[in-house]
């Protein structure tokens, strides 16, 4: 069994200041989901619009997903922009519709040296056309990474996945594609938009809330749940390492005795 000892600085410099993760690196999670709360709460503790805790949550996203890559997690899904997110101000949801061409501009590239591929789930058509220009161009520069697999679930809700899932099973069973005996767990995770993914083992809510606010809720269903009060901007590669160790210390039963 291989170990990596991650030494983790926190304010200051003495030992105090210090704590050591050893991490199994035969246990990284193979999927983290990640609902990045906090942006706006960040920002105006400093006295700044929420647009700009948004504008640096983009840049948590490329760290993290760096480092999840580097210690071998296979994908990592970030809750982007939900269906009800439309509900917020005219003028956030048009900056947040902008930040996917931002960032992809600033970490594309570097995003494609480390091998990661980008994905993603949700109602894309949706979204202004320069965005959905912007994001597609990225899964199409990055289709053949073999690294993780970085998913964006943009313009995304649990609930209406599971319906949109739901209407095309009905429609395969109409069409005489299957019979209702065919319908099974495998099956309809199959219809799923993130059926490419492997099942999440870790999800991460940042910010101190604790509920799942419509997210993957098929996909959470033997997920390990973390709560940090971190804001997502303040997220970085400790916390990571942080939750990964937590995750590892716990007793995973899936239903059953141990």
């Excluded at 993290?64 to 003028?91: D, I, Q």
């Excluded at 269903?221 to 971190?230: D, H, K, L, S, W």
Aim: glycine letters at 6%.
């Amino acid at each position: 069994m291989f170990y990596v000892i991650i030494f983790l600085d926190f304010k200051g410099g003495n030992s105090m200041d210090k704590e050591d993760y050893q991490l199994d690196m035969n246990n990284i999670p193979a999927h983290i989901a990640f609902i990045m709360d906090g942006n706006g709460r960040w920002a105006k503790k400093r006295m700044m619009p929420r647009t700009f805790g948004h504008n640096e949550g983009t840049k948590t996203i490329r760290k993290v997903a760096l480092e999840a890559n580097r210690l071998g997690v296979k994908a990592m899904t970030v809750y982007a922009f939900s269906t009800e997110n439309f509900a917020r101000p005219e003028e956030e949801v048009q900056f947040i519709f902008k930040l996917p061409k931002k960032f992809f501009e600033s970490y594309l590239k570097e995003l494609i040296e480390n091998n990661v591929q980008i994905c993603m789930i949700g109602h894309l058509d949706k979204a202004p056309k320069a965005t959905r220009d912007i994001i597609n161009s990225a899964i199409e520069q990055t289709k053949n990474n073999t690294g993780l697999k970085l998913c964006f679930a943009f313009i995304y809700g649990g609930r209406d996945e599971i319906v949109h899932s739901t209407k095309q099973i009905v429609q395969d069973v109409q069409e005489g594609k299957i019979s209702i005996n065919d319908i099974t767990e495998d099956y309809f995770n199959s219809t799923l938009m993130s059926a490419n993914l492997p099942d999440v083992d870790l999800m991460i809510r940042t910010s101190g809330e604790q509920r799942l606010s419509n997210f993957m809720l098929w996909q959470l269903a033997y997920a390990e749940f973390i709560f940090t009060p971190v804001y997502w901007p303040d997220f970085d590669e400790k916390e990571l390492h942080k939750s990964i160790w937590l995750y590892q210390n716990r007793e995973r039963r899936y239903g059953g005795l141990k």
